[in-house]
Nanobody
Framework: QVQFVESGGGLVQPGGSLRLSCATS????????MTWYRQAPGTERELLAF????????NYADSVKGRFTISRDNAKNTVFLQMNSLKPEDTAVYYC????????WGQGTQVTVPS
């Protein structure tokens, strides 16, 4: 079945960087656009970044544009999110999914940026 395993989160000071990874299985990764989302306590899941199957096109939410970069490795069925200049408002659990948003989600990875 479709599985997503996110990793790379942690506690980082404001202005710091993290690189998140999402290992996938159960579908033909190279055939799907991929996305990253995040969800902070008491809020809805927010779409952050999108990448096409070949990585030639990416899009970002205004809240992370210029600071976050999505990329992918089709040989490893993995999508990444490089996060720079982190802010306290980036604190959330981060998830990946395909562009068509499969119903199953991974456990996410917690990112905490203290104020």
């Amino acid at each position: 079945q479709v599985q997503f395993v996110e990793s790379g989160g942690g506690l980082v000071q404001p202005g710091g960087s993290l690189r998140l990874s999402c290992a996938t299985s159960g579908f033909i990764f190279s055939s799907y656009d991929m996305t990253w989302y995040r969800q902070a306590p008491g809020t809805e899941r927010e779409l952050l970044a999108f990448i096409t199957t070949t990585g030639d096109i990416t899009n970002y939410a205004d809240s992370v544009k210029g600071r976050f970069t999505i990329s992918r490795d089709n040989a490893k069925n993995t999508v990444f999110l490089q996060m720079n200049s982190l802010k306290p408002e980036d604190t959330a659990v981060y998830y990946c999914n395909s562009g068509c948003r499969f119903p199953s989600w991974g456990q996410g990875t917690q990112v905490t940026v203290p104020s």
